[in-house]
């Protein structure tokens, strides 16, 4: 007997009759076969799930999350050999995924360059410049002489947890998840975050500090894309378990290497180079979304 790929459909509101028909039908089209499964409901978010002994091609998965978007719900596919019960890792990025800005963007704003920061940044993320490092070094000279308590008025005033944030963090936990914050940001936030939200383990950039005033350089090691996906094989190691039984999630470019080949990867209000990469794609639900994927 084949195994199945699972659709799972995702949303703030009673899943409509009208997604199930139109998924079945334009899978039809297609030449393939939805079967829709039960599922009990849960008290914040809905969801509905279809199984397919097919596997999808991107464009398939493309035009189906189109589907879904027009009844206002997201969608998910969960491969064949996914098995909810063996996830043990949570990886996950902070800038625009776990929080709700770009910290980096938010300090440049406070010294007139936010402009000229926030267009490397977005370049980056879309996977136009391709050496994450250099963009970050080149993002960071632009900071140098603002003062350090500038990191602290970011924090205060404009970071704040994206929705369902907290409750991933908690829910994660409760399930003996390995949690881990692993970021292309700076660890004046992560580690804030850690201690905040209960993760395992932060990693990510530091920013360099002399008589209170940044310098314009990062000390150590740079995080980018292929540490991240080194801090998550790390974690599994630690887990004794393999990087299919992790649970991913990010919005940029820098994170698809972090999401690649991991259990379930969670494309966050990401940009469209992760979206299409990604298991899942949540542009309406919350983090929290995901517990219902590894329940």
């Given amino acids: 007997m084949p195994k199945h790929l699972t659709l799972v459909a995702l949303a703030n509101a009673p899943i409509p009759a009208e997604l199930n028909t139109a998924l079945i039908e334009h899978a039809k089209v297609l030449g393939l076969e939805l079967t829709p499964l039960l599922k009990s409901p849960h008290s914040k978010y809905f969801s509905a799930r279809w199984s397919c002994p097919h596997v999808l091609m991107p464009e398939a998965r493309v035009a189906m999350r189109d589907i879904a978007a027009a009844h206002d719900a997201d969608l998910a596919f969960l491969s064949p050999g996914f098995k909810a019960d063996e996830v043990k890792v949570l990886a996950m990025d902070m800038d625009s995924t776990l929080i709700n800005i770009e910290c980096i963007d938010e300090i ?69 998840l390995y949690t881990l914050l692993v970021s292309g ?7 804030k975050l850690q201690q905040e939200l209960g993760f395992k383990q932060a990693q990510a950039n530091t920013l360099e500090i002399i008589d209170g005033k940044l310098t314009g350089k990062v000390i150590g090691d740079i995080v980018d894309g292929a540490a991240k996906a080194a801090y998550l094989e790390q974690a599994c190691t630690l887990m ?42 949540f542009d309406r639900v919350g983090l929290d979304a995901a517990l219902l994927l590894i329940a």
């Fill in 108 to 176: 440049a704003d406070f010294t007139g360059k936010k402009a000229a920061v926030s267009e490397i940044t977005e370049a980056t993320m879309r996977g136009e410049i391709k050496d994450f490092k250099e963009s970050l070094r080149r993002r960071v000279a632009l900071l140098a002489g603002v003062s350090a308590n500038v990191l602290d008025s970011v924090y205060q005033e404009r970071l704040r947890p994206n929705p369902g944030a907290i409750e991933l963090l908690a829910g994660a936990n409760a399930k003996g």
């Fill in 185 to 191: 940001g700076f660890t004046f936030f992560t580690e």
């Fill in 240 to 281: 004794n378990c393999q990087k299919k039984n992790a649970i991913t999630m990010g919005d940029g470019s820098n994170d698809l290497p972090m999401m690649h080949s991991s259990g379930i990867s969670i494309a966050y209000k990401a940009k469209p180079i992760v979206k299409e990469k990604a298991d899942a794609a």
